[in-house]
């Protein structure tokens, strides 16, 4: 079964949408910038990105990830490609802990 590392939602405003989340929601936070921040639920990660960093989408562990594409490592150490479904929804392949990344 595949997993399913987080889910990204465009937001105009992360420090908004952080007090927001935490208000209704029993969250931890796991980073924030100006930029994007990144929720942990029980069971999954709500990614928080400003709009034209990042499209929404989800996101799949995926131990091939490079089979997709060229992977773009990020500054939380993982790395990932970007691929749409036949119906033009975003999803990022992504490999947790490639080889040479941050722990």
């Known amino acids: 079964m595949e997993k399913i590392q987080h889910i990204a939602v465009v937001v105009p405003d992360i420090e908004a949408a952080l007090s927001w ?15 994007w921040a990144l929720l942990q639920f029980d069971n999954v990660s709500l990614a928080l990105v400003a709009p034209g960093e990042h499209p929404p989408h989800i996101a799949v562990e995926r131990e091939n990830a490079e089979s997709y594409g060229t992977l773009k490592r990020h500054r939380d150490g993982t790395a990932s490609a970007y691929i749409e479904d036949p119906w033009g929804n975003t999803i990022e392949i992504m490999k947790a802990n490639p ?5």
């Open 21 to 35: 989340y935490q208000s209704e929601f029993d969250v931890a936070v796991n980073y924030a910038d100006q930029s």
């Open 99 to 103: 080889e040479g990344a941050r722990e």
